[in-house]
């Protein structure tokens, strides 16, 4: 319904500003992300997402149109909610948000306050094909943040395999089976080696 807001910056604080538009205070919802790239001037203009509920309508505020749609993204994941996808969005940027996703890094989701393990694989779940889609992302980066890669190589150089030919074949089974477990990897690891 608002798409955009453009007027004057009445208020500036860290999770919320106050725009006058027309002779209205709009008070709009922001992230930390959005706080340090508002210019300090007087005429502002934010991208808005309304937020309607039961209870209350509340405006979020985005310095620019990726973040409101990665906002959108997340809060389209169940038990994900406009709070804490603020705090996501203030947490990291969105390009730091997408490739964690598009690379299916639970860990950098994960270490954000309030997202515990199975909210950070919902996410990565949930919006992976949407945000390699959206954002043209090759999934080839998915292997280099994955920690279950790291264990099955070092499960490898204990049972006496070199690094290089281990990663070799990891390399492949990560492609077959992008979610495997580290038991699942090392077995068809010890196949192929």
Avoid at 160 to 172: A, C, F, I, N, P
């Amino acid at each position: 319904m608002i798409t955009h807001i453009q007027g004057k910056l009445v208020e500036k604080n860290p999770t919320d500003v106050v725009i006058e538009c027309n002779g209205v205070g709009y008070f709009i919802n922001i992230s930390l992300t959005t706080y340090s790239q508002i210019p300090n001037q007087e005429l502002i203009k934010l991208y808005t997402h309304l937020h309607i509920r039961e209870d209350a309508h509340s405006l979020y505020g985005f310095y620019q149109r990726s973040e409101r749609a990665i906002f959108r993204l997340l809060i389209s994941v169940s038990g994900i909610g406009t709070s804490t996808a603020r705090t996501m969005l203030s947490s990291l940027t969105s390009e730091q948000i997408c490739e964690a996703i598009g690379s299916g890094d639970v860990a950098t989701i994960q270490g954000i306050k309030g997202i515990g393990a199975k909210t950070a694989q919902r996410v990565i779940i949930e919006l992976k094909d949407k945000i390699l889609k959206l954002y043209d992302l090759e999934e080839v980066s998915v292997s280099q943040n994955n920690t279950n890669k790291e264990e099955t190589l070092s499960a490898l150089e204990v049972l006496g395999y070199t690094r290089k030919q281990s990663e070799r074949v990891l390399d492949k089974i990560i492609k077959d089976m992008p979610n495997g477990s580290v038991e699942e990897m090392i077995k068809m690891a010890l196949k192929n080696l």
